[in-house]
């Protein structure tokens, strides 16, 4: 048998994806050689993930995509309720404030990040992604599907498919990442148990009608329909908006937690929707359906050997919080990083070993989250009812002067604010900490803030202890200069040296480090005449640690070490940190 053709790479990555074009974007910009192969014929034709968090966008912002995202993305003024109806010209059941806007809650959202909540569909996003990882030297293919894969100590062996010509040929690459979704092949491959299971269908529809006068009085990125003339398989849905407002996904799901499927004819589908919209002269042009499942799964690891699992591959889990493609596209922010120090001898594999203890508890958490908050909705369709009966029975009850009518009201006024964790959460979108990994240290006498009495679903944990997200605070190089966020100073492939005033010795170290050629560390003073003046004073009230101290970043934002005051020998202290950071025998000469 002839030998198949072999490609030879520093890393391959299977899937292109929120995670997988990611990845490939930011090793690319790291000057590492990568291909992204994807089983599609091209990048996402739904919209699908749609919301765009603070922290994803972090990333986007780093890798200087930020503003190329916001001319496509629909901005949080338009995402500012998510609401519950008969029918979209019928009775309201509730509303809420969402992502952000709730009044009393955008301060926390506006300290948290200089990114703010926008509404990017995946359909938008990933040709963008795709395109800036091509620009920036990834090479990208589709068509192409994942069939087996082999690793020894030295490389991974992954024989691919073209499906348009039916020929295989062998990728032999350092790394080998599967980011190829909740049906990961890879992971599959890797005999890498999946903990948990599927709970059962939904179905989506991609449509375009004029909705407007339905919702843009009541802007929101989703708009619940509950109403009694639903088949089973459509027993509660939502208008998910892709552009206002004449562009929806429109996500049906069924009365139970049945597992099986159902496949409605284009005229079931057209009749539910303008059920759903309560006038069925409304014209409905419907754009695609699909089947999903929710899910309650994690993977036991996201490593065996070389290969790595990414994204929907190693967490699986509903859209509730919004928390998917978002958690995926910060999986990559953490990895990305670590391979190319790892290629570029900055680093040992053992900084490879710490993919799963920083990112297995954050994807657990996410998935968590995401069923906990799809059981409020489930106890809040149980509570308005999904047949005529039950829903005649609640609705007598919310208008009635009696005790029952006063604790029904009661019961949905409660649920709703439960739900309130979904909308308002921008502590489980930011609250990503590290503590138990070897890529960050913590100095002895050196104490952990102490958040157990903060609310973590909706407040952000702010702190620079080594493992937390370095916080935004606003700077500026002088006074005739615009702000600049502390998260701009950072990242890039680098690591990031933050002191004050007499702590210069902490910049020359720093500097000497970067001459060696070994690993760069951008050093930077905030203070009085320093590098950054400190505009609002935050910096002061947040760095943890004296004026001579130092707090050093990993270059995806996350603190590594913070050290309270100047030492004697800076140099030989930071090499030392360093060593233990990356695993490698750093020399400080």
């Known amino acids: ?29 790291m000057g590492i050689k990568v291909l992204a192969v994807s089983k599609h014929r091209g990048t996402a034709n739904t919209p699908r993930a749609h919301l765009v968090n603070q922290r994803a966008m972090e990333v986007f912002r780093d890798a200087g995509l930020e503003e190329k995202f916001k001319v496509q993305a629909t901005t949080s003024e338009y995402i500012q309720h ?120 939904a179905f989506n529809v991609h449509i375009k009608a004029d909705l407007a006068k339905y919702i843009a009085h009541r802007p929101g990125s989703l708009t619940w329909v509950l109403n009694t003339d639903a088949p089973e398989w459509s027993a509660a849905g939502n208008f998910r908006m892709v552009k206002p407002w004449k ?55 996201w490593q065996d050997g070389r290969v790595f699992c990414i994204g929907d591959a190693a967490h699986r889990h509903p859209p509730i919080n919004g928390l998917g493609s978002n958690t995926s596209i910060s999986d ?45 909705h489930r106890t809040l369709w149980g509570l308005l009812g999904l047949d005529s009966e039950t829903r005649k029975k609640t609705t007598d009850l919310l208008q009635a002067s009696t005790a029952a009518g006063v604790q029904t009201r009661e019961s949905l006024r409660e649920i709703l604010e439960t739900v309130d964790d979904e909308v308002q959460a921008v502590g489980i979108q930011m609250n990503q900490v590290y503590s138990e990994s070897s890529a960050v240290l913590v100095e002895p006498g050196d104490v952990a803030p102490d958040f157990t009495s903060l609310n973590a679903l909706k407040k952000v944990k702010i702190s620079t202890y080594p493992g937390y997200h370095l916080p935004h605070v606003w700077l500026a190089a002088n006074g005739l200069t615009p702000k600049i966020s502390s998260l701009d100073l950072c990242g890039k492939g680098s690591f990031t040296l933050f002191t004050g005033i007499g702590g210069e010795a902490w910049i020359q170290a720093a500097k000497h480090l970067s001459a060696q050629g070994q690993v760069q560390v951008r050093g930077i003073t905030i203070g009085f005449r320093c590098d950054y003046i400190d505009c609002y004073r935050d910096w002061s009230k947040l760095r943890g640690v004296e004026e001579t101290g130092a707090v050093l970043v990993r270059p995806d934002h996350f603190v590594a070490w913070r050290i309270d005051k100047i030492v004697e020998d800076p140099v030989e202290k930071l090499t030392s940190v360093l060593r233990h950071i990356l695993g490698k025998h750093i020399t400080s000469s």
């Open 1 to 29: 048998m002839a030998e198949l053709p072999e490609v030879v790479i520093p890393v391959l990555i299977i899937g292109t994806g929120p995670s997988g074009a990611t990845l490939a974007l930011l090793l690319a910009q």
């Open 82 to 201: 998510i609401s519950w109806l008969n029918t979209l010209n019928g009775e309201e059941y509730g509303r809420l404030w969402s992502f952000g806007n709730r009044p009393d809650a955008k301060g926390d959202y506006e300290l948290s990040s200089p990114c703010l909540m926008s509404d990017l569909p995946q359909s938008l996003m990933e040709p963008m992604l795709v395109a800036e990882a091509t620009n920036a030297g990834a090479e990208i293919r589709f068509s192409t599907l994942f069939v087996r894969l082999e690793q020894n100590a030295t490389s991974v062996r992954t024989t691919l498919r073209d499906r348009l010509t039916g020929q295989e040929f062998v990728v032999v690459s350092k790394y080998l990442v599967g980011a190829d979704g909740a049906r990961s092949a890879v992971l599959q491959a890797l005999n890498i148990p999946i903990i948990g299971r599927q709970l059962n269908p």
């Open 247 to 301: 562009e929806f996904v429109v996500s049906m799901h069924p009365v139970n937690k049945d597992t099986a499927t159902f496949n409605p004819t284009e005229d079931d589908i057209r009749k539910r929707l303008h059920q759903m919209i309560g006038d069925d002269t409304v014209d409905i042009e419907i754009l695609s359906t699909f089947s999903w499942s929710i899910n309650d799964q994690v993977a036991e690891r």
């Open 332 to 376: 990559a922010f953490n990895l990305s990083w670590k391979l190319a120090y790892v290629l570029k001898d900055f680093a040992t594999p053992s900084l490879l070993d710490t993919l799963t203890p920083e990112r297995k508890p954050v994807g657990d958490g996410i998935v968590r989250r995401a069923n906990e908050g799809m059981e409020v």
